[in-house]
């Protein structure tokens, strides 16, 4: 998919989805999946992310065979809220709910969202986040410390723990970047991830990689909704920000402890059901 937001976690999404394609077609706007699409033929898609900014811009065009994994569907307001005075998950759960029963199972990114979908009597399970099947990268190991997206204060607590400065970097996006830049600096990202020695990071799409690649991480939940981050809560080691700031927890940078590995079953059955997708369509 492609994203116009200034997030990078997007483009680390869409490359998740994107290494189960043999080819990729067409590039299909997450907030524009509506949209006519050239060509004839049903266009298979791993419909994965967060949903919808635009909440009337769904359901998905009728040449879309999607599949739904990772499908996070919002509570919260998008840019045409003001105007239509209508919450995503209303519309995609209210209206066109016979839409997404025409797709079962849907996997859930979180488990608020699973309660949404088996509250409406959809056949849905929780999947986790796609980007915990991102594959290990052979990548030289660095030693350094990564900081993702900290505040100014953390920052100063990650360099007293560690006694030097980290190496800080952002998913903030610079505006104006064309799809395959942004996905080149994605791909940055997650090469650095790969041969960190440690990463502290606000951002999901963060923890979540560092998670698949066995770098140790600490998600630091800096106050966001938790059903938006609830599967760094429930799969990485982490602490809220008040705790980080006060040296709490234990957590040492320097000699961090293992991540957990309770997202492997998760992971597999995801790459599973992704492969069996996929393969259906050369059928």
């Given at each position: 998919?492609?994203?116009?937001?200034d997030?990078?976690?997007d483009?680390?999404?869409t490359?998740a989805?994107?290494?189960f394609?043999?080819r990729?077609?067409?590039?299909?706007?997450?907030?524009g999946?509506?949209?006519?699409i050239?060509?004839?033929?049903?266009?298979?898609?791993?419909?994965?992310?967060?949903?919808?900014h635009?909440?009337r811009?769904?359901?998905p065009?009728a040449?879309?065979?999607p599949l739904f994994?990772s499908?996070?569907?919002?509570?919260?307001?998008?840019?045409r809220r003001?105007?239509?005075?209508t919450r995503p998950?209303?519309?995609i759960?209210?209206?066109h709910?016979?839409y997404?029963?025409?797709?079962?199972?849907?996997?859930?990114?979180d488990?608020?969202?699973?309660?949404?979908?088996?509250?409406?009597?959809?056949?849905?399970?929780y999947s986790?986040?796609?980007?915990?099947?991102?594959?290990p990268r052979?990548?030289p190991k660095?030693?350094?410390?990564?900081?993702v997206?900290?505040?100014e204060a953390?920052?100063?607590?990650?360099?007293?723990r560690?006694g030097?400065?980290?190496?800080?970097?952002?998913?903030n996006a610079?505006?104006?970047?064309?799809h395959?830049?942004?996905?080149?600096?994605?791909?940055?990202?997650l090469?650095?991830?790969?041969?960190a020695?440690?990463?502290v990071?606000?951002?999901?799409?963060c923890?979540l990689?560092?998670?698949?690649?066995?770098?140790p991480?600490?998600?630091?939940n800096?106050?966001?909704?938790?059903?938006?981050?609830?599967?760094?809560?429930?799969?990485?080691?982490?602490?809220t920000?008040?705790?980080?700031?006060?040296?709490?927890?234990?957590?040492?940078?320097l000699?961090?402890?293992p991540?957990?590995?309770?997202f492997?079953p998760?992971?597999?059955a995801?790459?599973?059901?992704c492969?069996?997708?996929?393969?259906?369509?050369a059928?």
């Amino acid at each position: 998919m492609q994203h116009e937001t200034d997030n990078l976690g997007d483009e680390i999404q869409t490359i998740a989805a994107r290494r189960f394609m043999p080819r990729v077609d067409h590039l299909v706007p997450r907030e524009g999946s509506d949209r006519p699409i050239a060509g004839d033929g049903p266009i298979r898609l791993i419909l994965n992310g967060w949903f919808m900014h635009q909440p009337r811009a769904w359901p998905p065009h009728a040449r879309i065979d999607p599949l739904f994994v990772s499908f996070h569907v919002t509570d919260a307001g998008g840019r045409r809220r003001l105007l239509t005075r209508t919450r995503p998950r209303d519309l995609i759960l209210g209206r066109h709910l016979v839409y997404l029963k025409a797709h079962e199972p849907i996997g859930a990114r979180d488990r608020d969202t699973l309660a949404a979908l088996r509250a409406k009597g959809i056949d849905a399970y929780y999947s986790g986040c796609l980007t915990l099947t991102l594959p290990p990268r052979d990548m030289p190991k660095t030693g350094e410390v990564i900081a993702v997206d900290l505040s100014e204060a953390m920052l100063a607590e990650l360099e007293r723990r560690i006694g030097r400065k980290p190496v800080i970097v952002t998913h903030n996006a610079e505006g104006g970047l064309d799809h395959d830049e942004r996905v080149r600096q994605a791909e940055a990202l997650l090469d650095l991830y790969a041969g960190a020695a440690c990463v502290v990071t606000t951002r999901l799409h963060c923890a979540l990689p560092c998670l698949a690649f066995g770098t140790p991480v600490l998600f630091v939940n800096k106050g966001d909704a938790n059903s938006r981050v609830q599967p760094a809560l429930d799969l990485a080691r982490n602490c809220t920000a008040a705790e980080f700031l006060a040296g709490e927890g234990g957590y040492d940078p320097l000699d961090p402890p293992p991540n957990p590995d309770d997202f492997r079953p998760l992971a597999a059955a995801m790459e599973a059901r992704c492969e069996a997708f996929i393969a259906g369509s050369a059928a």
